[in-house]
């Protein structure tokens, strides 16, 4: 029988000598599995590598993300002192009292001082006026004709 006759001889419609697609397929992903694996084992064996190069090294300011303060930390909790202080303020801004009692000095709520600011506008002192200039003299028609 001839080569020919081999190509077309038989149901199944290819070739008896084609290869063999499953081992093509396994060999395949046997070679991506080998690979995924010794791509692991490499950088697991980078990572131990630089873990221990580091073992003892002090690590640099800057790579330290969490800021806090320096010792000794007096605030035990800057959240509930930052609250108080937030209230306070608010009080303060909002209300009425003395500042120095002998000197007749309060404090008013701001809504109240910006009022009396639009009422009475800003002290100003008496030498610190500043005079417009003159301004200047329209220009004369010389040409002599129509007025």
Known sequence: MSDNEAFHAG????????????????????LLLA?????????VLVFKEVARENEGVT????????Q????????ARPALDLKKLR???ETR?????WVDRSNGVVW???DRAMEMVLE???????????????????????RGGRK
């Open 108 to 110: 008013i709520p701001i």
């Open 93 to 97: 801004l909002h209300s009425y009292g």
């Open 120 to 142: 009475k506008g800003l002290p100003s002192r008496p030498d610190a006026r500043i005079e417009a200039p003159a301004p200047p003299a329209a220009p004369s028609d010389t």
């Open 35 to 43: 690979l995924c694996l010794s791509g692991l084992a490499v950088t």
């Open 68 to 75: 806090t303060a320096p010792e000794p930390r007096l605030q």
């Open 59 to 66: 690590p640099s300011p800057i790579y330290d993300t969490r």
């Open 87 to 89: 209230e306070f303020e």
């Open 11 to 30: 149901d199944e419609g290819h070739e008896k000598r084609d290869i063999d697609v499953r081992k093509v397929a396994v060999y395949g992903i046997g």
